[in-house]
Nanobody, 124 residues
Framework: QVQLVESGGGLVQRGGSLRLSCAASGGAFPTYTMGWFRQAPGKEREFVAHISWIGDSSNYADSVKGRFTISRDNAKNTVSLQMSRLKPEDTAVYYC?????????????????WGQGTQVTASS
């Protein structure tokens, strides 16, 4: 059983930064495509970023491109999301997810395991 535990969320002012981390246990983390998604109140869960199993490829939602950076450490079974220049519209619960197969990584339905989420609030 794969378990994903996010940490690092919190309250930050507009323009501030936060670093989210996701620690994985169980399974075969180095072989998984990893993604970050977010869900704001009253909205559907949306793709934020993903990174390939070896870490040589990543992709971002247009809304966060240039401000967020995803990275992974396969030796430590962790994936991180560095968020900079945060905006109030970034406020959401952020989820870490793992996909056994790496196709269509922007689609939440293709992920097999999910964390419980961590709240990020960017105040105006």
């Amino acid at each position: 059983q794969v378990q994903l535990v996010e940490s690092g969320g919190g309250l930050v002012q507009r323009g501030g930064s936060l670093r989210l981390s996701c620690a994985a246990s169980g399974g075969a983390f180095p072989t998984y495509t990893m993604g970050w998604f977010r869900q704001a109140p009253g909205k559907e869960r949306e793709f934020v970023a993903h990174i390939s199993w070896i870490g040589d490829s990543s992709n971002y939602a247009d809304s966060v491109k240039g401000r967020f950076t995803i990275s992974r450490d396969n030796a430590k079974n962790t994936v991180s999301l560095q968020m900079s220049r945060l905006k109030p519209e970034d406020t959401a619960v952020y989820y870490c997810a793992a996909a056994i197969a790496g196709y269509a990584p922007r689609n939440a339905a293709n992920y097999n395991y999910w964390g419980q989420g961590t709240q990020v609030t960017a105040s105006s």
